[in-house]
């Protein structure tokens, strides 16, 4: 398709469990972002890739969280020993790696942690 | 630290009105500014860019418009219709930097 696509779209999980959230980026598109966002909040912005740059990690939360992003383009999110604040929506945009460009945006992964 | 936020967390208007939905930014040095609409269950939807040269720039029944002296953003719908019901984010961006988002507002158009 024409525009960010991320899996699962839900993901249901117990606590304590690892989970890995994938984003395949619009083509083209070297930089990409991971979002989360809680319920009813704006977004939080987690790591962001651009091109070949080490990545801005400076918004992960804790060392639990970790991103990669293979060959310049599918990025996944992993949480490790995941927690009930955990549970949020997870989104992913990909944008040109140019100055000022608008960031497009997937649908998300809805995480719920039990 | 600096952030982005809105004034009106929900905004009702009738179909047909015009809408007008606020932010207010703190950081100074932010040149780009971006409008998403956020349906339920989908992830932002680009709307309209503004750059801190411009002070207005419009699309299609949408209008935004940048006060850098007082620091707003406003986006404007013309004729709102029930499709342009959701949840609206601005965001401000300083070059390569990370997108900061305000918590948005919830516009509802009724019929």
């Known amino acids: 398709g024409a525009g960010v696509s991320q899996s699962p779209s839900n993901k249901v999980t117990e606590k304590g469990k690892d989970v890995e959230l994938r984003c395949d980026p619009i083509s083209g598109h070297t930089a990409l972002y991971w979002y989360r966002q809680s319920l009813g909040q704006g977004l939080e912005f987690l790591i962001y890739?651009?091109?070949?740059?080490?990545?801005?990690k400076s918004g992960l939360p804790s060392d639990r969280f970790s991103a990669e992003r293979t060959g310049g383009s599918v990025s996944t999110l992993t949480i490790q020993r995941t927690q009930q604040e955990d549970s949020a929506v997870y989104l992913c945009?990909?944008?040109?790696?140019?100055?000022?460009?608008?960031?497009?945006f997937g649908d998300g992964t809805r995480l719920s942690i039990l | 630290g600096e952030s982005v936020g809105l004034h009106l967390p929900t905004l009702s208007v009738q179909e047909g009105d015009n809408s007008i939905i606020n932010c207010a930014y703190s950081n100074s040095a932010s040149d780009y500014f971006i409008w998403y609409k956020q349906e339920s269950g989908k992830g932002p939807q680009f709307i309209i860019d503004i750059r801190s040269n411009m002070d207005k720039r419009q699309g299609q029944r949408v209008t935004v418009l940048l006060n850098k002296t007082v620091k707003h953003l406003s986006l404007q719908i013309a004729a709102t219709q029930p499709g342009d019901s959701a949840v609206y984010f601005c965001?401000?961006?300083?070059?390569?930097?990370?997108?900061?988002f305000g918590k948005g507002t919830m516009l509802l158009v009724s019929p």
């Open positions: 890739f651009q091109g070949n740059s080490a990545p801005d």
């Open positions: 965001a401000e961006n300083r070059g390569y930097s990370t997108l900061t």
């Open positions: 945009a990909s944008s040109l790696d140019r100055r000022n460009q608008p960031q497009h």
